[in-house]
């Protein structure tokens, strides 16, 4: 063993590739490197520019959220795929992502021959979206095969560029036993077209312990290798005499074809297998056949001006015993300096379980090695050469890096594009692991794959999914692509047509959801998208700004594992923080630059060294982190040591010399005095204290969550009361100050409205320093987006008086204030009568008197005009209207309606509601719409005039602008999902869904509140 590597493909030089692609040095780098450079030539994933008062209104569609579509392979219409084009785009997304899934569909009902994957009707269909999705200006991404992994139907298992697996068989010896037979078979049988198998190793070994639980171990010192003693597949061996209790174990490990295909199949005929993730060979078949059969000249000039990306989804390698490359032997003794075949026993895995263990070795860093190898085989062999080829033809490469033990961070910063799953991330950190690998490299996007609900399909609310997204933008994601868009039909289905998981997967309800016209929420699409771009358009300007980084030992994904104190204590009170893993200490950006570390990719104050969460705690570096670190820290990069540092070692299985020297540069990183400790979670806050380490945004504990971004001496705050699976008693208001820092001494806040658009200066805050104090007020999964930034923001110019503290609920400009040149007049805003206070910027101090409030008025009777959505037959699936008129004399949900209980639809409400003159005062008297619950989706009209001012996650409308003394009409449009309907359209397939309540549930009421100017 030796404590370095050499690997083939250093991550500098890597780094180096994604670095010139991402971080605007791709010509210096092409000049240097030639012809051969034009591979890393990458568009450029550049942030969004900042908004303006127009791109924030109209956002464009670069920022708009995207679609899966799924297919049912080639077995699609051109004029349907165009028309589906159109119904995103003038539903406000973005783009759409080609993905062949359908396991609804039956089997035996797929033509795969005719119409399979890469098929003439399935390249026509693509040629027609490209041109579809070029015309209607948005962007159409391609997935790289069938489904996932990448698959291609040109290979059989036994190809050299077929994934690979090693199955082991097993015979137990007694002591003294003779084995006189053929080598054991492998435990777990080969997958359908694995033909044939090779001979990797034997070994026997005696067996120490053999638990009923866990792992058998073995002794080490007593391995023999008999590979050399087979003769024509047949082994005759004596096992060493011993005790009459005494077993030992005989393993043949056989190299073969893992034979998995693309998730959901049949996709093509011939069969389509994946391909080997881990080779350079596995790549450059997809390449070769991807030029051969499916870029053709058309295509490719489509797809360059497309300028979307190619996608891969999560590295899904499913096999059943254990993961290979063909060179795998050759690249572990090369990276790892010792060899891999002696340590097969504690390698080998049936159904993703290790079976055995050494007595006398940290079994884990062998695999801990072993995956690092696959990991990087992974990056260098797979993503940096597909990533290469998408440059060459205009796009970018979008993938989900992760799905095995593998250094997620790193390769989130070697793709254009990472991305990450709402369904799989089981905590907010799941999503930052991805965002911090996207920083540290420079890059702009995180993507994800968002609101995968299981068994959600035609049951899923709009409402849900932006409670989804809001998380998801809390933990780094700036992109969304929805699950899903689906094709109208499909071979052997009825109302309302295909979906990909629904409703024949696994004969139940699948994942959500089918969006597009089928369902009636889609009416209101057009608004959600709007309020998603906006978001999205701040959330990519600019650069990200954290307060801690957490140095973690693995770069996994998708875990869970995270950093509990920053969970449990450090974001409730306002630090924001990220995680690298040992690799990312090496990447370009990690640098050191006034006082803060990665200045371009998360400009973090201080790093916390953890140990290892996911190997038994263990205290472990690379000796190439290690030195990074020291150079960081004699840098004035502060290091806090959580944990049990006392004994550091290197990481994997290294020599005492390589332990040794991680010690030693752990020792004087230690020394320094920049550098302190932390034993548990209560020690942090202390340890940061003693640093003089403060975080960037301050306000009292609560389920607030914000993420911060820089763009020159503009901060852009997304705040979002928002939670990852919380307990019912936590859904709850926030109301709070909250302390903001600022890039720039003399900025002021505005508010950016994702649901209208406007942009508005905000008139209560308080400044001190590079620090503005605003009050936050958000319903549960609400969010709002404040800028700090100079007197004339996009077009907005603030008044120059504002108020400083007030008694008061709040103030704000009147109408029209901050629009002109700096002039305007404040008012305080107060829910109740009395007198209120009001300090002043300029020093002056105001007192105003509320009074005469009239009481609310509840308004419990409706008349709903309902439109029933129902299939015209249920083997077809065209949709017709059914009108129901009701009288309400108290709101109820539809199915609690006679006559309408298993409805889905639209439903209009109206009502009258009476102001009286004499005290609903316009001007002095504020007016509130409270709707209370509504499920799902709403618009709200006053007098026949939209009211623009709504957010779907706060049922608390201002109409005071609509409304008018005297009679006044209300009308509420209420749109539902398709469930209720479905659940007797296809009873054996949905009734297991209950029944939802739809529609305005009230109560409803309108509230009065006080308005006093006081500037």
Not at 141 to 167: C, F, K, M, R
Request: proline share 6%; net charge neutral; hydrophobic share 40%.
């Amino acid at each position: 063993m030796t404590p370095s590597r050499a690997p083939h493909l250093t991550r500098r030089q890597l780094i180096g590739y994604t670095a010139a692609a991402s971080m605007g040095a791709a010509i210096a780098a092409t000049a240097a490197r030639g012809a051969a450079g034009q591979a890393f030539g990458a568009p450029v994933v550049s942030a969004a520019a900042a908004p303006s008062a127009a791109s924030f209104a109209t956002p464009p569609a670069s920022v708009a959220p995207k679609f899966r579509w799924w297919w049912p392979n080639g077995e699609v219409e051109i004029d349907e795929i165009v028309r589906e084009v159109n119904q995103v785009a003038d539903a406000g997304f973005g783009g759409l992502e080609i993905a062949d899934v359908h396991h609804s569909v039956p089997k035996n009902l797929l033509d795969v021959k005719n119409f399979g994957w890469g098929s003439p009707r399935w390249l026509a269909a693509v040629e027609a979206a490209l041109v579809a999705a070029e015309k209607r200006g948005i962007t159409l991404d391609v997935t790289l095969g069938p489904s996932w992994p990448a698959a291609l139907p040109n290979i059989t298992p036994q190809s050299v560029e077929a994934l690979t697996e090693v199955a082991h068989g097993l015979a137990e010896v007694p002591a003294g036993g003779r084995f006189n037979a053929a080598l054991p078979e492998p435990v777990v049988a080969a997958s359908a077209g694995v033909t044939e198998k090779i001979l990797l190793k034997v070994h026997a070994a005696k067996i120490l312990t053999k638990p009923t639980r866990g792992q058998i171990v073995l002794q080490r010192s007593s391995l023999v290798d008999l590979t050399n003693k087979v003769t024509n597949g047949s082994l005759d061996w004596t096992a060493p005499s011993g005790a009459s209790d005494e077993l030992w174990v005989l393993l043949a490990y056989w190299r073969r074809g893992s034979g998995q295909e693309a998730e959901g199949g049949p996709h093509t005929s011939p069969t389509a297998y994946v391909v080997d993730h881990f080779s350079q060979a596995g790549a450059q078949a997809v390449i070769d056949y991807w030029e051969a059969n499916i870029v053709t000249p058309r295509v490719k000039d489509l797809l360059t001006r497309a300028g979307g990306s190619f996608f891969e989804d999560s590295l899904e390698i499913e096999t059943h015993s254990t993961i290979w490359t063909r060179t795998l032997v050759e690249e572990f003794q090369k990276r790892m300096g010792y060899d891999l075949l002696p340590w097969l026993p504690v390698i080998i895995e049936q159904k993703e379980k290790y079976l055995y263990d050494f007595d006398d070795v940290k079994n884990m860093r062998v695999r801990d090695d072993y995956n690092q190898v696959l990991s990087d085989l992974y990056t260098e062999n797979h993503l940096v050469p597909l990533r290469d080829w998408a440059h060459r033809l205009g796009l970018t490469y979008r993938v989900q890096a992760y799905g095995l033990e593998q250094d997620s961070i790193q390769q989130a910063g070697i793709v254009d594009i990472p991305e990450t799953e709402s369904l799989g991330a089981k905590n907010l950190d799941d999503y930052r692991v991805l965002a911090s690998g996207r920083d540290i490299a420079g890059h702009t996007i995180l993507s994800c794959e968002a609101a995968a609900f299981l068994g959600k399909a035609y049951n899923t609310t709009w409402t849900q999914v932006l409670n989804t997204l809001n998380e998801t933008f809390a933990g780094g994601v700036n992109q969304t692509v929805l699950h899903g868009f689906p094709y109208a039909t499909a071979p052997g289905l009825g109302w309302p047509g295909f979906a990909a998981f629904s409703p024949y997967y696994n004969n139940a309800v699948g994942y959500s959801e089918a969006w597009g016209p089928r369902t009636p929420n889609w009416a209101h699409a057009r608004d959600i998208s709007a309020f998603v771009a906006r978001t999205q358009q701040v959330l990519q300007t600019g650069r990200a700004r954290y307060d801690i980084l957490f140095l973690r030992q693995k770069g996994w994904a998708q875990t869970g594992i995270g950093a509990p104190w920053a969970t449990a204590s450090g974001i409730p009170i306002g630090w924001t923080h990220g995680f690298l893993a040992n690799s990312s200490l090496e990447l370009p950006g990690a640098v050191m630059k006034n006082g803060r570390f990665a200045p371009d990719g998360g400009n973090y104050r201080v790093v916390i060294l953890d140990i290892d969460r996911f190997r038994g705690n263990e205290a472990t570096m690379s000796v190439a982190a290690a030195t990074k670190l020291l150079a960081h820290a004699k840098a004035g990069l502060p290091v806090i040591f959580f944990g049990d540092w006392t004994n550091p070692e290197a990481t994997g299985l290294r020599d005492a010399s390589a332990n040794q020297q991680v010690a030693s540069l752990l020792a004087q990183v230690k020394a320094l005095p920049t550098s302190t400790t932390a034993l548990g979670n209560d020690d942090i806050p202390i340890a940061l204290a003693a640093l003089g380490i403060g975080r960037d945004v301050e306000h009292s504990s609560s389920m607030l969550k914000h993420i911060r971004r820089v763009d020159g001496k503009v901060d852009y705050y997304f705040l979002t009361n928002t939670r990852h699976n919380p307990p019912k008693d936590k859904l709850v208001l926030i109301d709070q100050d909250v302390w903001l820092t600022a890039e720039s001494g003399d900025s002021i806040p505005y508010e950016l409205d994702a649901w209208t658009g406007r942009i508005t200066p905000v008139a209560h805050y308080r400044r001190e320093g590079s620090r503005v104090r605003v009050r936050v007020r958000l319903a549960p999964a609400q969010s709002t987006i404040i800028v700090l930034a100079g007197r004339s923001y996009a077009g907005v110019t603030a008044p120059l008086v504002h108020v400083v503290e007030t008694t008061a609920t709040g103030a704000r400009f009147a109408a029209g204030a901050g629009a002109g040149s700096g002039s305007g007049s404040a008012e305080l805003v107060a829910e109740a009568t009395g007198t209120y206070q009001a300090t002043l910027s300029d020093g002056r101090t105001k007192t105003v008197t509320v009074k005469d409030l009239p009481a609310a008025i509840d308004l419990p009777s409706w008349q709903l005009e309902l439109d029933d959505w129902q299939p015209v037959d249920p083997a077809r699936i065209e949709t017709k209207h059914v009108m129901h008129t009701i009288a309400l004399d108290s709101l109820q949900p539809w199915n609690k309606i006679p006559g309408v209980v298993d409805a889905s639809g639209i439903g209009v409400y109206k009502t009258t509601l009476t102001l009286d003159p004499a005290s609903w005062k316009i001007g002095r008297v504020g007016i509130y719409l409270d709707l209370g619950q509504v499920i799902d989706t709403f618009k709200v009209w006053v007098n026949s005039e939209l009211v623009a001012e709504r957010d779907i996650l706060d049922t608390r409308l201002d109409i005071s602008a609509y409304a008018r003394p005297g009679r006044n009409t209300v009308r509420v449009e209420v749109a539902s999902t398709l469930i209720n309907r479905l659940r007797v359209v296809n009873p054996t397939v949905y009734s297991s869904v209950g029944s939802q309540a739809y529609g305005l549930l009230g109560p409803v009421q309108v509230r009065p509140y006080g308005i006093a100017r006081v500037i």
